[in-house]
């Protein structure tokens, strides 16, 4: 090699060094926290919750009270035109409104539990946004999965061209044997190129709930992909449920903030007195103040409909309560019935058909390359590999979204 062969291998070397620190692998505990601190709707829910928070100040306002100043007789036309200010009355009046009911501690309990809501939705939030999360990372290890095996299976396949060459040069095998062999090799290709295209496809998903700009090419993602029968009952996934829930957290506390309302209601219904004092001069030496107080009299009441709807969104409350549960129990029977059909399905799979497709493989290969069997069986052979570990990949991602479903379901991770 020549000095400048040497240095444009060295610059390559130098050159694809960022590329290769730049290469990121992430754990699922990983992904969650940058979720977490990336995620811009998580983030747009969180300051909603601030909102909510912001709302508490203006709900324990005080009314402010009102200060007028007044002067009066002034007399321009009087009989001493140079002392026009000499009749002047000034005064000065000061009015507050006084709240009855507790009608300020009311709109600050209505409010507070208007936070608790948003602080419920933003959970219930984050709970969504999760299981697309966790939807996402599967499709990821199910498609590196699936990946791989398109990459064995057209390595195996390549090997037994080859011998097949061989025994064609040795004239141990048609030349339409051969064809139909090579023919077939384009299924295993096409296999590895859409399982190459699924698995970009599934990271460019999982980076954009993560809001990474990491190149498709150096990034990847690392966990178990594999399936164990559930440890948590029915029974005990419903409890957790309905503890965990909090979409039925939220309509819970929507019933108290409509009570709450409903009393608010009542209380704006009740008159407010204004109490007033004022401080007045009238010359040439009485200086003097008062004392008032202005009651609303209530000829008219003008609340009956304020208090009719939030008896009657009590009511509604209550009836959403009530769906919330009833769904609650839908989705965790639901997940729970998939999960434990999906393991029934998975465990032959694991136990017998594997090892028996590929010790069928096996065998049915050795026995062509020495012809013992005919093409169309080796074929079968070939094919029946394939299906039985594809079905077995797409078994365990079906396993694994019923999980993230049933996580979904509970409201909080029971299956790993």
Known sequence: MTLT??????????????????????????????????????????????????????????????????VDQINPLTLSPFRPLANLLPLVSVNYLHERQHKRELRLESAREGTAISGSQQEDLERTLLFNLRASFVQTLQQKAILALARENLAYYDRVLSVSQDRFKAGDIARVDLDRLQLQRIQYQSDLQTAEVNLRTAKIQLLALIDDRTPVAQFDVD?????????????????????????????????????????????????????????????????YFGASVSIPLRIFERNQGEKLRTEIDIHRAERL????????????????????????????????????????????????????????????????YRSIQLNYLNLVGAYLNAANQLNLAVGREVIP
């Open 223 to 287: 966990g178990p992909f594999d399936f164990s029968a559930p440890v948590t009952s029915l029974e005990e996934a419903r409890r957790i449920a309905l503890d965990a829930r909090p979409d039925l957290k939220a309509a819970l506390q929507t019933i108290e903030k409509a009570r709450t309302d409903n009393r608010l209601a009542f209380a704006n219904g009740s008159t407010d007195p204004t109490f007033g004092m004022d401080l007045g001069h009238n010359p040439p030496i009485t200086t």
């Open 5 to 70: 062969t040497h240095r444009r291998a060295l610059f390559l070397l130098i050159g694809l060094a960022p590329l290769c620190a730049a290469q990121q692998t992430l754990t699922w505990p990983q992904i969650v926290e940058r979720f977490h601190s990336r995620n811009p709707t998580l983030g747009a829910g969180k300051l909603n919750v601030d909102e909510s928070k912001a709302l508490e100040i203006t709900a324990y306002h005080r009314p402010n009270p009102d200060l007028t100043a007044s």
């Open 321 to 384: 309560r009530e769906a919330s549960q009833a769904q609650v129990f839908s989705d965790v029977d639901s997940a729970y019935a998939t999960i434990s059909s999906n393991v029934t399905l998975l465990q032959p799979y694991k136990t017998t058909y594997l090892q028996a497709a590929a010790h069928v493989r096996e065998t049915i290969s050795f026995a062509y390359q020495h012809g013992g069997v005919s093409l169309l069986d080796f074929l079968n052979a070939q094919n029946d």
